[in-house]
């Protein structure tokens, strides 16, 4: 009786995991497939990663390059979200519900309005062009949700925690970096992980802030190595550079999904 109750939520789940998993599983075998146009014209093989790998600067430059985007902005949301949320959650101080609304409210911005009169902020900072601009610029768009879910993760950490670490002798900050920090790990791992995936995969904001090509993200190398040749696409290479996109990012969701769970569920649980 009890397989049988379940019968149902195992069909549900099942054809939901083949919808999402089939994209994947086609762009895998198309790169690997031989396919007229591209450097694989006959038997299955490697030929277009090949052409990936030898694309302008080489596919390493480009992977080293979204690799560094990303875990900057992972450090920058790390730092403004746990500091904000600590606030928000521990602090008492006028104007402080106003102020997290005002955060919130940037959701509802359409990030690609603010593209261009950030473009102008970076150029007279002198920052248009790079790495560490471009990954303030995602930062920045990740602040509001890092910062809600670091406040309900501080929240649901039980006060009486931090009032003991403060008798104890240890300042705010002590207690935030030897106490709070450890209690709320799933959700530093949950912001971590959705800041990397955001950065890792984004398009637009590099296309407007970055032109040199030796500085290009991965998907924004991707992109133009689907037209490379007399506007003529190249579907194998840009199958080949999906797989390679997409493998970091499930690689670090299956690695961490448990604690990504746990980050979701922590303001759930709360009292």
Not at 7 to 17: E, F
Not at 197 to 212: K, M
Request: glycine letters at 8%.
């Amino acid at each position: 009786m009890k397989n049988l109750v379940r019968t149902p939520q195992h069909v549900l789940t099942g054809g939901l995991a083949i919808v999402f998993l089939f994209p994947l599983v086609w762009a895998a075998l198309a790169s690997v497939s031989p396919q007229a146009g591209t450097q694989q014209t006959d038997g299955w093989g490697f030929g277009n990663y090949a052409t990936l790998a030898n694309y302008q600067a080489g596919v390493w430059q480009y992977i080293l390059n979204s690799t560094a985007i990303s875990l900057l902005t992972v450090a920058f949301t790390l730092f403004a979200s746990v500091t904000g949320g600590y606030a928000f959650a521990n602090f008492r101080f006028p104007g402080r519900n106003a102020l997290f609304l005002v955060t919130l409210a940037i959701l509802m911005v359409p990030y690609a309005t603010l593209l261009i009169p950030l473009y102008v902020l970076l150029n007279s900072l002198g920052l248009q062009n790079s790495l560490v601009g471009l990954a303030l610029v995602l930062s920045m768009f990740q602040l509001p949700f890092a910062t809600f879910m670091m406040r309900i993760s501080f929240e649901a950490v039980p006060n009486e925690l931090r009032e003991a670490a403060l008798i104890d002798g240890c300042g705010s900050l002590r207690a935030l970096l030897r106490v709070l920090l450890p209690a709320t790990r799933p959700g530093l791992i949950t912001v971590g992980l959705f800041a990397f995936l955001a950065a890792w995969n984004d398009f637009i904001t590099p296309l407007v802030l970055i032109s040199d090509s030796d500085k290009m993200p991965l998907p924004l190398a991707v992109a133009n190595l689907r037209g490379q040749v007399m506007g003529i696409v190249d579907y194998g290479a840009t199958e080949a550079g999906v797989v390679v996109l997409a493998l970091p990012c499930i690689v670090l969701f299956l690695a961490l999904q448990r604690h990504y769970v746990r980050g979701f569920m922590s303001g759930a649980l709360k009292g």
